[in-house]
């Protein structure tokens, strides 16, 4: 039976447990006009508002095997209320891979395999053997002089601490990911595409160039409408969840080895419930935090989406929200599709917060 948590200042309680509600930073009483270059933004901010979020005290039981998973070191110990971190706009970018160097802003744009990740068992689960593959090394077919371009690198270029559009009351968090980049036809300047939350938008067009990334930010990120950039894009509402699971091995081997597996675990779980429509939005992404945590995902449910037919409410109490969840295993996947996506309800022993 779900309880419903009603928000307490920067925390919804049931009693004495606790899921944290997080806000973006800064949003008390900030002037909404950036303060470098006077350019005036309108962006759509998380605000910490009066939540009543139903609740689980656990996830249920699968009603299937599941994928056993290694011995790991995870720390299981810790509470993850209040661990999932605060920001005013997630950009997911598409790069069709699963992994990526440590940091991604020293990804190139020159297409490249996913980096596999080769397991090895000497002795059942234990003594995992990890092996990278070689696209972790410089981009190959680059002439001397010539500078690596990607979406990644030129938005933590320029709304980085020494940025152009630096400002300390705004936090955007940027993360590649796995979903299919666009198809850049031979002779036609490279573009790029990316999810954006809470906008819950797809946005595609994107010239993946520099001054490309800096009208995606001046023109979309930042909404600055006295911009003379001449770059469209193109914007298409998501109607659907999105579910973005870490999966980063250059970064740390828990999540490089879980979310491959979580992901499969996602894909398999909603074929034997009929719903493939969802499966195109399952993906993986780079660094998200709190890799002690492994595996971790984010499961974005966009406004207006409904219950299946059903259920005691039509619309879903978490819609609009971004759901943060830790310590996740194969064996959780279909709870956390049939109480989050379609129940509404958070995972109370799970999750890291709600965004």
């Known amino acids: 039976m779900s309880r419903h948590v009603s928000r307490l200042g920067t925390a919804l309680r049931t009693d004495s447990r606790v899921i944290y509600h997080r806000q973006a930073p800064g949003v008390h009483g900030r002037d909404q006009t950036s303060r470098i270059q006077n350019r005036p933004f309108n ?22 095997e599941c994928a056993a998973i290694p011995e790991l070191d995870i720390d299981r110990a810790t509470n993850l209320g209040g661990t999932a971190p605060g920001y005013d706009q997630h950009v997911v970018i598409s790069t069709g891979r699963s992994d990526w160097r440590s940091r991604i802003e020293d990804e190139g744009n020159v297409p490249g395999p996913s980096v596999p990740v080769k397991l090895r068992y000497k002795s059942g689960l234990k003594d995992l053997i990890r ?48 979903f299919a980049p666009p198809d850049n036809l031979p002779g036609t300047a490279p573009t790029a595409s990316a999810f954006v939350f809470p906008a819950f938008q797809w946005i595609s067009g994107i010239e993946d160039t520099v001054l ?11 909404r600055n409408q006295s911009s003379n ?17 870490c999966s980063h091995n250059a970064r740390d081997n828990r999540c490089g080895i879980l979310g491959p597996l979580l ?20 993906g993986m992404c780079s660094h998200i935090g709190g890799h ?54 958070v995972v109370e022993d799970l999750c890291r917060g709600v965004v």
């Open 43 to 64: 962006i759509s901010i998380v605000r910490a508002s009066t939540q009543h979020y139903p609740l689980v005290s656990s996830c249920p039981d699968s009603s299937c």
């Open 292 to 345: 002690k945590w492994a595996g971790n995902l984010i499961m974005y449910i966009p406004p207006g989406w409904a219950k299946r037919a059903g259920a005691s409410e039509n619309s879903s109490a978490l819609e609009g929200r971004g759901v943060w969840y830790g310590r996740v295993e194969p064996k959780h996947i279909e709870g956390l599709i049939k109480e989050t996506i379609f129940g509404g309800r």
């Open 131 to 178: 092996s990278k593959g070689s696209s972790l090394k410089s981009t190959p077919g680059l002439q001397a002089g010539q500078r690596e371009v990607s979406l990644a690198r030129g938005l933590k270029k320029g709304l980085g601490r020494d940025g152009r559009w630096f400002d300390p009351t705004q936090t955007i968090s940027i993360t590649n990911s796995s």
């Open 263 to 282: 992901h499969k675990e996602f894909k398999r779980q909603l074929g034997r419930l009929g719903l493939h429509d969802l499966q195109e939005n399952i």
């Open 212 to 222: 490309g990334h800096e009208s995606f930010i001046e023109n979309y990120l930042l």
């Open 229 to 245: 950039s001449v770059h469209k894009l193109s914007i298409t509402d998501v109607k659907k969840p999105v579910v973005l699971i």
